[in-house]
């Protein structure tokens, strides 16, 4: 991703492409059309040998330089999608337009191949609605307590998952696998480490406040309280960039880049806390959901 050689790549892509095929131009808009920018994207990222490691890296490392520009429009709420706009677009651009220069463009709907997707390159959110539910039967069924009666919405479920826990810690007596089971049921899609740790000191710290969690309530106080002592340090906070998993995170509107990087952070961590202390309230509330 060094930004002298930006122009021999752009160049060497534009070459092959215009070798195999013309690009292909929207006729109402004087634009490239999707196809063609796929195509561009697929060239570079190939020629480049670039992952999704790779791009977030080069962002951690130009980090300082990068995080005051803006979020890319409705093109991701990731940090991969920050990277993407800040980084890769750039590059794709000057292609697009030597692929131009070099040959004569196709009107849109001649024959060509289709470059596909990349699967890798996609963001995700820590899941919810039905997706959410289909992993919570999963887990209360890996848990010993399966699901017995229709629930009505997402609240139950997390009750009922809550009691299912603390009704595994209850005859196991092992906090870690309460951390697990919160990794497992947050759609984590990577190397879990980094979530694990977290969830694991979130247990850990809520633990102690049984006696001041209220089942009836959110416990809104208790789970900023942890969260705070789970918030990392800035340096620590770049060090997770490096990450795919939470570089990937979407997490909603953020501004710039540096919003984005505190905004996943903050919703990982609230959500693990959050897991954690429903648990904890559920070692002081009746069980009769997993029975």
């Known amino acids: 991703m060094a930004a002298s050689g930006a122009p021999s790549v752009a160049r060497r892509c534009a070459t092959a492409l215009s070798s195999r095929h013309a690009c292909e131009i929207d006729g109402q808009w004087g634009s490239p059309t999707d196809w063609s920018v796929r195509m561009v994207r697929g060239a570079v990222i190939d020629e480049l040998a670039l992952s999704v490691d790779d791009l977030l890296a080069a962002l951690a490392e130009n980090w300082r330089e990068l995080a005051s520009l803006e979020m890319p429009i409705n093109e991701g709420s990731s940090l991969l999608a920050f990277a993407n706009e800040v980084l ?4 794709l651009g000057a292609c697009l337009q030597l692929w131009l220069v070099e040959r004569a463009p196709l009107a849109v709907g001649c024959e060509r191949t289709d470059p596909g997707e990349r699967d890798e390159w996609s963001e995700w959110s820590i899941l919810s609605g039905d997706d959410w539910r289909d992993l919570v039967d999963a887990e209360l ?8 009666a229709e629930l009505k919405d997402g609240d139950e479920f997390a009750w009922q998952l809550a009691d299912a826990r603390a009704a595994h810690h209850a005859a196991q007596g092992r906090t870690a696998a309460v951390a697990a089971s919160i990794v497992r049921t947050s759609g984590w899609p990577g190397d879990r480490a980094l979530i694990t740790s977290l969830a694991e000191r979130a247990v850990d710290l809520a633990m ?11 416990n809104d106080e208790i789970i900023d309280e942890i969260k705070a002592e789970l918030t990392p340090s800035d340096e620590v906070l770049l060090q997770w960039l490096g990450d795919p998993s939470f570089g990937t995170l979407s997490d909603g509107c953020s501004a710039t880049g540096e919003e984005a990087l505190r905004d996943a952070a903050d919703w990982l961590i609230w959500r693990v806390c959050n897991d954690a202390v429903e ?13």
Do not use: S
């Open 279 to 291: 648990f904890v309230c559920a070692i002081g509330r009746p069980r009769t959901a997993t029975a």
């Open 208 to 218: 102690p406040r049984i006696g001041d969690v209220d089942p009836d309530t959110d």
């Open 88 to 91: 890769l677009q750039p590059l």
């Open 141 to 148: 069924i890996r848990l010993g307590h399966p699901r017995r």
